[in-house]
């Protein structure tokens, strides 16, 4: 399964996305910063459709909110 998190780091939701992922010990989220890479902002907007973040793609399908990727990330632990 691919994990990209799309994201800026002063964006408190992505913060929270940021301190969930470092509680659960992930290492297999791909880190994009829409805010430093124009491409990375272009892709969001071609496959998601809006400018939102934090935004995960898995398997380059976006699930956006930050509560809604967390509870995503819990629900599916790393290797699983």
Request: include cysteine.
């Amino acid at each position: 399964m691919k994990l990209e998190l799309y994201k800026f780091d002063t964006c408190p939701y992505c913060v929270r996305v940021f301190d969930a992922i470092k509680r659960l010990g992930r290492t297999d989220i791909e880190m994009h910063d829409v805010m430093k890479n124009e491409d990375d902002f272009k892709r969001l907007m071609k496959i998601g459709g809006k400018d939102q973040v934090p935004c995960l793609f898995i398997d380059g399908k976006p699930l956006y909110e930050s509560l809604d990727i967390i509870d995503w990330l819990e629900k599916h632990p790393q290797g699983n």
